[in-house]
Every structure is written in structure tokens, then in C-alpha cells.
């Protein structure tokens, strides 16, 4: 799998991710005083980039919070969909 995604590359979307997750966490706190992110452990890379871009933009201290992905039947992790 990881040879594969390696040779076919990264779509722009995916490459920039973490960039517009974290953007959008800077502008909750920002607009709206969202100072608190949740969500699943395979995001906390990206809430992380989100709270670090908060304290050095802004100097203040912002949190991220992750809860264990939930699994379907077949052990696979449960999508949005």
C-alpha cells in the first residue's frame, strides 16, 4: 500500500491536509473561541499543527482531545459516511 500511494503521489488536497485542518481550528478560535479540538487518534497530528499555529500566531494556548476510532464489525475503522 505504501509503495503504491508513493508512486502514484499525493492528490494537492491530501499534500495540504494538515495545512487546512489547521487553519480552520486557528479560525474557530479566533471567530468563535473554539479553544478545544476532539477527535479520533488518527488525527492528532493534525490537531496538534492546528494548536501550535494558534500559540505562535497568537500566543495563546489552545487544546486537542483524542478519543480511540471506533471499529464496524469487521474491525475496520468507522467512516463518516
Known amino acids: 500500500c505504501y509503495k ?12 495540504n491536509y494538515m495545512i ?3 487553519y480552520d481550528f486557528y479560525h474557530l478560535f479566533k471567530e468563535y473561541g ?3 479540538q476532539f ?3 488518527d488525527q492528532w ?6 494548536s ?6 497568537l500566543g495563546k494556548d489552545a487544546y486537542a482531545m483524542t478519543i480511540t476510532l471506533l471499529l464496524n464489525s469487521e ?3 468507522m467512516g463518516k459516511t
Do not use: A, V
Open 20 to 22: 487546512m485542518q489547521s
Open 39 to 41: 477527535g479520533g487518534d
Open 4 to 15: 503504491q500511494r508513493m508512486e502514484k503521489g499525493l492528490s494537492f488536497l491530501e499534500f
Open 34 to 36: 473554539c479553544n478545544m
Open 75 to 77: 474491525g475496520k475503522k
Open 52 to 57: 501550535e499555529l494558534i500559540r505562535k500566531k
Open 45 to 50: 497530528s493534525n490537531m496538534l499543527g492546528g
